[in-house]
């Protein structure tokens, strides 16, 4: 069984903040992660080819930076990996990331099961791998649980939705979204790391697409547009409670009496 | 549409460091003669706005820009969210402000409902207001599942053309939203926390961004359908009218439409957690509440008050507290009565998850904490001191009652 995991490197802090003189975005740093969400799936990914054989590979889109994510994917028993990266991909939404993922995966070959994270930390959308697989034109399912049995051309999953733990079966190939904290990822493996060479990190640009329209990706391949970033409105109706320890004690005290909350 | 363009004969050591700092994503790179911009620029623009004038241009490319009649366009559709014959409130919310929105506009409020018993539970919607509620139903589509699901919504958007398309950010919604749109290659905006309507039928879509304390407002001005995703309690619940109005209108899929690679096999019913976002009280502590002790006062307290104890993402990730208890983006949005915030800083994405509460109270000892933004209340204090007596003031005044 061959799986491909769709991953992303995301900032290392999510404390981007706007400066409301200026409206500058002030950075914190450059240091960046593999998207937390990503390691279950990688891990989900790991124990299948474990139980059923086959390998597992990794696919990123974003800066040329991302290759760290690939290799971190490596350490982790990752066979090999794609960062797909180009300018041409900058300033993508949701429908363009998408879209560009799903030309990458064309590229890279043929998957029994792609797997992705709930979300990502950045984004928090949590809607690139439905759309992924609308543009593979394979059935997808999100909110998975765990892979209970591969059999026969099908996966036999839980899923979890709003109210109710449903088990079902869905026919390969198809896209997964692996719940949070579902499984304990390995830890990345130094020794691993060491030997990883540079030909197991592949780079494909818009040259190597199928699908040669550059209106398909980036800004131009977006659907939505930012028309403005502003920092969030502040409350006008505020309040300061002061005094000694005790008197705010009261304070709060007096105001959960007033609305008959005691 | 365009791209950034660096005039290489403007650049010098000095404008290009400013360039490198400057770029929040840090796409632009100097190697002493040239400057470049990588794959990680996310075409914000911070360059040419705040840069120096001139090294980076936004040049427009020639490319025939996709256009939409948006006159062909019409209505705002709300996705009526259901499990069985039980329709998922934030139905409600999403109507109360497609209602709102199609004022500006004059455009008619749709629903669209998908499922078994379709027709029956459309008749629930009657007294909210709704010009017409689109039914899809049949014996396939009883649960749900990706493909025949699309299919239909697709269906609807083919022969309907409705102009924005409200989702509500279920498990449910934030499956099949995405699918569809990416069928009618729209876009689409997740978790949105405003909603607004331009005259020209544009839907403004305003939600947090960049996974930080930005706010961003979101537009498709050359795309139809606009869909977005909104989650359950972030718009008030309107209240039904006494009278029945709209009309039901009953959709016929193709069989071949209705086809599944997907099977279900079995179905549980989850065992009734707390749910933080139906609380009316809520305790909810971050980074700053340090020690068992304090958390332990923090739940004594939501306990005394009949509500609950949440918390901020941190407290997930160091797995102090549940997934389940966690206000934010990525964790639940709430709407209590009450909400006390202790040792939170209050980062865009816990805030989104929690500003549109009646009374919010927050101790911080910093005052330069964002949470006192949104706090109508704001004590700058020690939790360690407050905590405590606050807990015992509430302890006596309940068995004087008693």
Sequence with gaps: MNILVCIKQVPGSSNVEVDPVTGVLKRDGVASKMNPYDLYSIEMAMSLTEKYGGTVETITMGPPQAKSVIVESICMGAKKGTVLSDRKFAGADVLATAYTISQGIRKVG????ILCGKQTTDGDTAQVGAEVAEYLGIPHVANVLSVEEVKDGKAYVTVSLDDMVVTESVQLPCLLCAENDINSPRLPSYKVQKTVTDDLVRFISFAEFEDQDANHYGLNGSATQVERIFPPEKNTEKHSITGDSAAQAQGIFDLLASRKLI | MGQLKINQNLVNAENAKELVKLCPFGAIGYDGAKLDISAACKMCKMCIRKGPAGVVEYVEEEVAAPTVDKSL???????????????????????????ELAKVTNHPVYALIIGKDAAKSAKKLLRYGVDRIYVYEDEA???FRIEPYTSAFYDFIEKVKPSSILVGATNLGRQLAPRVAARCRAGLTA???VLEMKENTDLVQIRPAFGG?????????????????????????????DT??????????????????????????????????EADVIVAIGRGAKGEQIRAMAKELADLLGGVLACTRPLVEENIMDAKHQIGLSGRTVKPKFILCLGISGAVQFAAGMKSSDC?????????????????YGIVGDLCEILPMLLNQVKEAQSDVQ
């Excluded at chain 2, 559709?77 to 919310?93: F, L, N, P, S």
């Design chain 1, 110 to 113: 043929k998957f029994d099961l």
């Design chain 2, 73 to 99: 366009w019409k209505g705002i559709c709300v996705y009526v969210d259901h499990a069985g014959e039980q329709i998922h409130r934030v139905t409600y919310e999403l109507i109360g402000k497609a209602k």
């Design chain 2, 141 to 143: 589509l009883e649960d």
């Design chain 2, 191 to 193: 978790d949105c926390t």
């Design chain 2, 213 to 241: 304390n930005i706010m961003a407002q979101i537009v498709s001005p050359a795309c139809r359908p606009q869909f977005c995703t909104v989650r359950y309690k972030v718009f008030p619940e309107p209240k039904p009218s």
């Design chain 2, 244 to 277: 029945e109005s709209g009309e039901i209108v009953l959709m016929q899929l193709a069989k071949e439409a209705l086809a599944s690679n997907i099977e279900i096999l079995r179905k549980v019913e989850k065992p009734k957690d707390v749910d933080i976002s």
């Design chain 2, 360 to 376: 919010i109270v927050a101790v911080n000892t910093d005052k330069n904490a964002p949470i006192f933004d949104v706090a109508h």
